[in-house]
């Protein structure tokens, strides 16, 4: 399983970026319901879920954090996940990473977010880092 972010970069605050996930190396009947997720991980601070998706029913999480600024979505048929992130702001400046857990629609809805160990494999990170 290969997972590769891109669509990171520098922005101003209140600008808007859109990261992509695409995933590749598994078959829809290996991984029957599985959703990507999206975590952020700041320069001294622990990693942080964003934002998820179950790839069956399109079933969005996000964190309060970032409820009302960003947008998942999924093009299926690319097997590619999307995050539209508008109204940056600078405490949004992290690396963020997607992530691939095989078995998410068996454990969805999560009570505060999908944990990150559930989460099996991840993509490298793209930087996002916004200017006040």
């Known amino acids: 399983v290969q997972l590769v972010e891109s669509g990171g970069g520098l922005v101003q605050a209140g600008g808007s970026l859109r990261l992509s996930c695409a995933a590749s190396?598994?078959?829809?009947?290996?991984?029957?319901?599985?959703?990507i997720g999206w975590f952020r991980q700041a320069p001294g601070k622990g990693r942080e879920g964003v934002s998820a998706?179950?790839?069956?029913?399109?079933?969005?999480w996000y964190s309060e954090s970032v409820k009302g600024r960003f947008t998942i979505s999924s093009d299926n048929a690319k097997n590619t996940v999307y995050l539209q992130m508008n109204s940056l702001k600078p405490e949004d400046t992290a690396v963020y990473y997607c992530?691939?857990?095989?078995?998410?629609?068996?454990?969805?809805?999560?009570?505060?977010?999908?944990?990150?160990?559930?989460?099996?494999?991840w993509g490298q990170g793209t930087q996002v880092t916004v200017s006040s």
């Open positions: 998706i179950k790839r069956s029913d399109g079933n969005a």
């Open positions: 190396g598994f078959t829809s009947d290996e991984f029957e319901d599985y959703g």
């Open positions: 992530a691939l857990d095989p078995d998410y629609g068996s454990r969805y809805p999560y009570v505060g977010g999908p944990p990150a160990f559930e989460f099996h494999y």
